[in-house]
């Protein structure tokens, strides 16, 4: 008794998720939900604003709403929809493309789109052979002993359009898990000449499992002739036990990818390279432009940044301040140029080189892109099989009357978009006729 | 140094726009008298309009060294482009031309807030931001033209349909009437169909060739980011008017409304999303921050 309860529930699961009304409301779902991503300020585009937003909405997830449990359920459930009704139709579709069979009688040809013609079997059968096959048709026919019958399909692909770019959304699907569970993302801002090794730099999401280091030798900022950014540059070198792999120059848009890591450009900043000397012993840095980074001399409580620079590349010159401890005004201020050394607090004393690039990078693993690329085609492929390629299927049945003579009645089945259909077919039968 | 070329170029653009402004008052003229000549000059102010768009939109190409596809301005222009190249087409094809009384509108609004809004600095051929240099930038604005264009004509015939359905009744007692100059109901329907079949893939490409771009220039290819969210909202819609249709025979009334609220969040996607929302394709709004 119990177990066909059990089979019941499951049974009524399979019907619920069968449905494409249910789909459609979970598609709904997702675009609403997706809009509402857009009027919340999300934390991972802007930060700032998203901590504005009231605890309640924090709290349920509104200011990460694409990464929330309930946002992944959502995709989840459709996914499960998507293939379920997958499983469900593809027999269907099977039998329609390979399993086609001549009907048994006059009434089982389809009435929509229906047409009948007279004349003597054999040089009908002819005609109806020769026409179908010159259009591209693939015909089967069989003999009974009340006459002849025919089934012929075109574009039979046409029919696996749906099914396939339904199934690409769940290979998207796969294809953004396998993104998000195996890889990392993050990013490192690295100055012109120093090295790093890959599983030091800052991650958002994953963790690095990669032991190689690479190598800045240089990061441009480069101006066309008339003024305009050309593009950032740098020359990156890849380093694993001591040996350089490989050596090559990156830009926007033109990334270098080494054992599944690939090195995004993403941006730049204006360094300078500066010497500290404490005690005899001389520390080279480079500090960012903006105060993007400083220098705590070891031993002293001492912060040096740079506030501002002139990238001249003739005269290079710095703006640096000092701070204490964590006091809020600087304790010492000062230009610097190239070459210039000065004294800071009596602690130490720094020398301003020149300037250095600091390129900004978007360091990322992603094992599931090609998975997502082939989503991707699939889709294509399905929609343009859907839209572009509709398959038609014409068939027919011949009764014998009195003699030679006898009745064919054809037709062909109408799909849902008759129009072009009807064209066709309506040429089909005007050849067959001038036979 | 290219003083000539530029001259030639908002020489074109206002040839274009009085040719598509007045175009679009010659087919409500027509609409309206009945008159074949009307009509005529209508369809070859149109012709006119898209070669000056079409000039307009290669001299910029030449100013600019790149495709024109890189700000506000530049995408607008390919936008009104993509909309008359593809309304005239349907207006060759199936000899509808009450259609333009309902399109050329679009491609005058969009004309009159490029000429309102857009300041002289923001119309011009700027620098572009290293992400933008790329050639997948190209198929993506692209697609997203012809996308956009088919879809404002499908707008276009949604709101003719709804017009005929709603004088049905004047239509029998009035045949002189504007609205007996449409194709009847069933046609406008199984049209307009037509029209999103087309666009439907191409804006799947469009979203897929921006899905690679970004992969290059930002290694994700999908952010969530507002302009990635509200084209994948409105393929969402037009997915759903497809599913309705092919499925649960949704046509007619019903159609013509989807069609209406699907072009809604095309402009939204493009006009609601650059000026309202922020994010990653804020560029777009001519503005060109850096992509930091």
Redo the contacts between chains.
Sequence with gaps: MKEHRDEGIVEELWKIFSS?KL??VL??L??LV??L???F??A???PEKAKAVGQIWQTLGFTQI?STIWFRLLLGLLCINLIICSIQRFQGIYRRTFGLKPPESASTVPNKMNVKLTGESESLKKSVHDVLGRNGFKVTTTESNKGWSFIGIKRRWGNWGSLISHISFVVLVIG?ILGTTMGF?GFAMISAGSTIPINSINVSKGTVKQDFSVHIYSAEDRFLANG?????YTDIGIIENGQEITRQTI?????LTYKGV?F????FANGARLIADIKEQKIPMVLQDRGGNYFQAPGTDLYLIVAAMKNDPQSPAILYQVYRGTGVEPVQTGQLNAGQTIDVQGEYKLTFEGSAGFT?L???Q?PG?WV??LG?AL??LG??LS??WRTMVVSGFFESGQGPDGELTMGAMAG??A?RVQKEFDRLIHDIQAK | MNQGLLNLETSAFYVMLMAYTLCMFFYWAWMGSKKDLMGQFATYLAIVGLIANTAAIILRMIIAGRPPLSNSYEFLLTFVWGITLVHLFIEYRYKLRSLGGFVMPISFLILMFIIMSMGPEERIAQAIPPALKSKWLTFHVLTATLAYGAFAISFGLGIMYLLKMSRGADNKTNPQGVISRFPDLETIDELSYKVIGFAFPLLTLCIITGAIWANYAWGTYWSWDPKETWSLITWIIYAAYLHARLMYGWKGKRAAWMTIFGFAAVLFTFFGVNYFLPGLHSYASSQLISIV
């Design positions: 494409m789909g459609l598609l709904g997702v675009a997706a809009g991503g857009t009027v300020p999300q991972n585009l802007e694409y953004a993302k305009e950014r050309d593009n950032w830009s926007v848009n033109h990334p690939t995004y450009q993403s941006s900004g978007q360091i990322k992603d892109v997502v690329w991707c889709l294509l929609l343009m839209f572009y849902k978009v129009g």
